[in-house]
């Protein structure tokens, strides 16, 4: 079975850099698929932030682009998020999410449980 | 404004069949890409409801149904069940913005 769990920091000043860590048991991320990040401001919609290829190549979403970097560890078999110069709207759950491709089809299988970061002084 | 319109609320009595529709344009739903449809429980991540705009995952009853026409699609669920009060996301991508994309959501309230 394939489970997904979101680390990182609950709380981020404004300004200053998001950083989560998606640790993945029961399948190797060098194997396939795509693995990628959505968020959810609270009790709002669903907001596609990016996604990773195993071979490295990654897709963001345009409105966050400038501030997203995805990377891959495939040592540890986990991928992160930074996000860059937060401000208050950034204020979400985060969710982990493995991809069945970042392009065209890119229906979600497995997900994180999510993890609330706060963006506040 | 998500680029994908879902009705912000539907409601139904148990037994019932209620329907979602999820509204896009000629560089998504449009284009020939696939809709995938989602339910979140309060509290927790999303699940895949359907994928491929009428198929359902394993594990997933019947009782759920989708389709697609044209620019838009729908999730049907039929026998309306307590436990199917949930939210509902519909999701496609979009060629014209290069991302995947989601409809705003529909909250279902089983009276």
């Known amino acids: 079975q394939v489970q997904l769990q979101e680390s990182g920091p609950g709380l981020v000043k404004p300004s200053e850099t998001l950083s989560l860590t998606c640790a993945v048991s029961?399948?190797?991320?060098?194997?396939?698929?795509?693995w990628g990040w959505i968020r959810q401001p609270p009790g709002k919609g669903l907001e596609w932030i990016g996604a990773i290829y195993h071979n490295g190549n990654t897709y963001y979403n345009p409105p966050l682009k400038s501030r997203v970097t995805i990377s891959l560890d495939t040592s540890k078999n986990q991928f992160s998020l930074i996000l860059s110069s937060v401000t208050a709207a950034d204020t979400a759950v985060y969710y982990c999410?493995?991809?069945?491709?970042?392009?065209?089809?890119?229906?979600?299988?497995?997900w994180g449980q999510g993890t609330l970061v706060t963006v506040s002084s | 404004q998500s680029v994908l319109t879902q009705p912000p609320s539907v409601s139904g009595a148990p037994g019932q069949r209620v329907t979602i529709s999820c509204t896009g344009s000629s560089s998504n739903i449009g284009a020939g890409y696939d809709v995938h449809w989602y339910q979140q429980l309060p509290g927790t991540a999303p699940k895949l409801l359907i994928y491929g705009n009428n198929n359902r995952p394993s594990g997933v009853p019947d009782r759920f149904s989708g389709s697609k026409s044209g620019t838009s699609a729908s999730l049907a669920i039929t026998g309306l069940q307590a436990e199917d009060e949930a939210d509902y996301y519909c999701?496609?991508?979009?060629?014209?913005?290069?991302?995947?994309?989601f409809g705003g959501g529909t909250q279902l309230t089983v009276l």
């Open positions: 999410a493995r991809h069945f491709r970042a392009v065209a089809d890119t229906r979600v299988d497995y």
């Open positions: 029961g399948y190797s991320i060098s194997s396939g698929f795509h």
């Open positions: 999701q496609s991508y979009d060629n014209s913005l290069s991302a995947s994309v």
